[in-house]
């Protein structure tokens, strides 16, 4: 195992990714059950490839001291990458630099499923006081090893791409290697498919066998529609501003 990907050290990503700088500081909040599944999930890719980028396991973000300061900084803006009343749509340019006043954007990601990321905001009055923005796709997902993708759902590095495409449109960063973070979520998604054809040639003799089950964490995801199945959907998208 790679402690840094957390993939199995003959899959490491680490040598393969060359991580990009932007203006803009991404905090990717983990709730610990995505911190469990090393594979499946896309939020310590993201991480990968974004070299201010950082992430955090925490149920509650208030008792966190690393995430609190980063909230506290004077020189930072944080935002939320979450919907709700009053949600700043970066892709209609509702957030702009006088806005920001010379500080850093911050966003924080919620990196769980949809119940997930509820009760990570439920238990944190802190993270619901901040600024909310959310994106409109410029795409639909790209996840193809989920059997029936449904419109709006992204996984948590399509949702970073997506609002790096919307702040550079509007003048608030530069998204240098757009590629990359496509590229690397192909290689993963690939990977699961050949796992879940061939597991003891992709794994390797040393590991025991476990097929990703089609339906589970690889396949739940984010959404902007109401969440039909609360637990399994997670909406980004959708927003006034
Ligand atoms: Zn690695």
């Known amino acids: 195992m790679c402690y ?3 993939w199995p050290k003959a899959h490491c990503w680490c040598a393969s990714i060359e991580p990009m700088h932007t203006n803009t ?5 983990m709730h610990p059950k995505e911190w469990k599944q090393e594979k499946a999930a896309t939020g310590r890719l993201t991480h990968l490839c974004l070299a201010e980028s950082e992430v955090h396991m925490a149920l509650e973000c208030d008792t966190h001291p690393a995430v609190q300061a980063i909230m506290r900084d004077p020189e930072s803006f944080p935002v939320l990458l979450y919907p709700g009343e009053g949600a700043h749509n970066l892709s209609r340019g509702a957030l ?3 806005d920001l006043g010379g500080r850093r954007l911050v966003v924080f990601v919620l990196d769980s499923t949809w119940g997930g990321a509820r009760k990570m905001l439920k238990l944190s009055p802190n993270l619901q006081r901040l600024p909310r923005v959310v994106f409109t796709a410029s795409a639909p997902s790209r996840y193809v090893i989920k059997r029936q993708p449904q419109e709006g759902c992204l996984s948590t590095l399509e949702a970073v791409h997506e609002t790096l495409l919307a702040l550079e449109r509007h003048g608030l960063d ?3 290697r ?3 973070l496509l590229a690397v979520f192909d290689r993963m998604q690939q990977f699961h498919i050949e796992f879940a054809r061939d597991p003891a040639r992709v794994d ?4 025991r066998a476990t097929p990703l089950p089609p339906d589970a964490d690889v396949a739940r995801r984010f959404s902007d529609q109401a969440p039909a199945a609360p637990s399994r959907r ?3 998208i959708r927003g006034v501003g």
């Not at 500081?25 to 909040?29: A, D, I, Q």
């Not at 390797?204 to 590991?207: E, P, Q």
């Open 4 to 6: 840094r990907c957390f």
């Open 25 to 29: 500081r991404f905090v990717l909040l």
């Open 96 to 98: 702009t630099a006088a």
């Open 174 to 176: 530069r998204y240098e």
């Open 178 to 180: 757009p590629d990359q």
């Open 204 to 207: 390797g003799r040393h590991h």
């Open 234 to 236: 997670r909406r980004y």
